[in-house]
């Protein structure tokens, strides 16, 4: 190998933590305890909900917040309502430095509901003051 001890250790924490963040996100989520979210996002951080194929790179956009105020702020305004409980897979995370990107694929039963959801997540990150922070999230839903 020609990545030295420290930079594996320093990749594998890295690892470690983006997959404690991407679980801490789904976690919120699934508790309907949307006032968490907000904290797991650097303070320009985005998220945007897309329609689209797995097997094609075309999409529409179906909804995008600017900042993690705007998508608590939403997902307050849906609190207590049916929402869904994500069961992520297949996670990839890919570490350069004080930056990362990861990918998962999410079928989520929507609580309340006899309806699911499937989809994937490409998300960027930034390592922060030493915590790993989403600086994006862009998830996908898949048809039927």
Do not use: C
């Not at 924490?13 to 904290?39: C, F, S």
């Not at 694929?105 to 609580?111: E, F, K, Q, R, V």
């Amino acid at each position: 190998m020609s990545e030295s001890l420290e930079a594996r250790l320093d990749r594998l924490e890295a690892q470690a933590a983006i997959a404690d963040l991407i679980n801490a996100y789904a976690r919120a989520v699934r508790r309907d305890e949307p006032e968490q979210v907000g904290a797991l996002f650097v303070p320009e951080g985005t998220f945007e909900v897309r329609a689209g194929h797995p097997d094609k790179a075309e999409y529409t956009v179906r909804s995008r917040y600017e900042t993690p105020e705007a998508l608590v702020e939403f997902l307050v305004g849906q609190k207590g309502g049916p929402h869904p409980i994500p069961l992520l897979h297949n996670l990839m995370i890919e570490v350069d430095g004080d930056r990362a990107t990861a990918n998962a694929m999410m079928a989520a039963p929507i609580y309340g509901t006899d309806k699911e959801v499937f989809g994937e997540y490409n998300d960027s990150f930034e390592r922060r003051d030493g915590r790993w922070l989403f600086s994006g999230r862009i998830y996908t839903v898949f048809p039927g």
